[in-house]
Structures are given as C-alpha cells and as structure tokens.
C-alpha cells in the first residue's frame, strides 16, 4: 500500500478563522495529520493521557512549540519537535504555519 | 519527555558522496531519520519483510519517490508518501533534497 500527498497545494491554504486540519492518514501503525495556521493562530497547549508519542514537524512559516506554564521553543521551517502525548504541547504561529503532527501508536 | 531538532541548520548540509543521514529519534513508538540527499544522487529502492509503515516527508528540494519496475512519482517540498514497510520505496533528487522518514513501529 502506497499513497502520496501534495501538502503544498493552492488548495491547502490557510484557514482565516480558526486553523485548518487535514486527515493524511490514519493506520494501525500511526496517524499522520497536517494543520495550517494563520498568522497568530494558536494550537492550544494540551495533552492525551495515552501512552506514545508524536512529532511536530514544521513544513513551512515559523512560530513557537508552546508547552505548559508559558513555556515556549522557537519553531521555524525544519524543527520537529517530539513529545510524548502525555506532555503538554501547543502551537503558535507568528507567521503562517504548515506543521504536520505524526502521532505513534494513533490515537 | 519533550526534545526539538533543527533539521534547516547550516551544519546539517548536503555530503557531496553518498547521502547524509541523521537518526533523529528512535523510541518503542517510532525511529525518525532526516536524510539529505544531493541532486542526483539516490536513495535506492528496497523494502524490509516487516509489518508496519512508514512516512517520507519531504522538505526541501524535489525529485522522485522511487517504486519496483521503475515507478516513479513526482516528489517536492510538501509531498508526503505513506508506505508499508515491506513495499519498495525509494528516493531520488533533482536537486538537492531534504527528507523525513518516520517508521512505526521502529525497525
């Protein structure tokens, strides 16, 4: 099974109220989301209790990984961040923000 | 447990012999590995007799997802490929190339 997708499409632009999600894939083996933020949109700091583990990883803009007590790491084109799903984590975008989150095993 | 990778900084460049490869995570939930490829070069096709999948995310550059019988697809900034494991795959540049692979569960 192979599949293929164009994240960098007209398409798949950026969401002007609220942010936009796109389901890439869904398995048994990990979920696979992409999410585009506007400028000043924020992927609010939460947290699953559930084993595992996710990425972040930024496809294009930049912003901040934000985690719980008003901690933030820079984030630009290129950073991944890991994070188990148990961990607080966020997202803000300074400047319009592809990221696509990788969660293993899916939840 | 939280940790971020700069995969866009200038020490992680292109090698002018053979790809360049960088483990950047490996957990019982999924192994993430950035590999850089030069124009022309080539991440040759092959498959592991695994159960599991496996995502080839690519950042920057563009080129081709590799196949058996000489498929090939067109790869750039934004494509993602979603495989199993035991399919072939490959990969190679046009330009200089950019990718993420996140296998899970880990091989």
Redesign the interface.
Known sequence: ?????????HENDFGLQGFRKVL??D?A??K?LNFNLAAGQIFPVHSHDED??L?I?V??GSGA?L?DGGRE?P??????????IR?P?GVRADEDM?I?V?I??PI
């Open positions: 099974m192979q599949k293929i997708h164009e994240l960098d499409r890439v894939h398995s083996d990990f696979i595992g583990q990425s990883v496809l294009k990984f985690g790491l984030a630009g084109t290129g950073s991944v961040l890991i994070s188990d961990d984590h592809r696509l990788t293993a095993p």
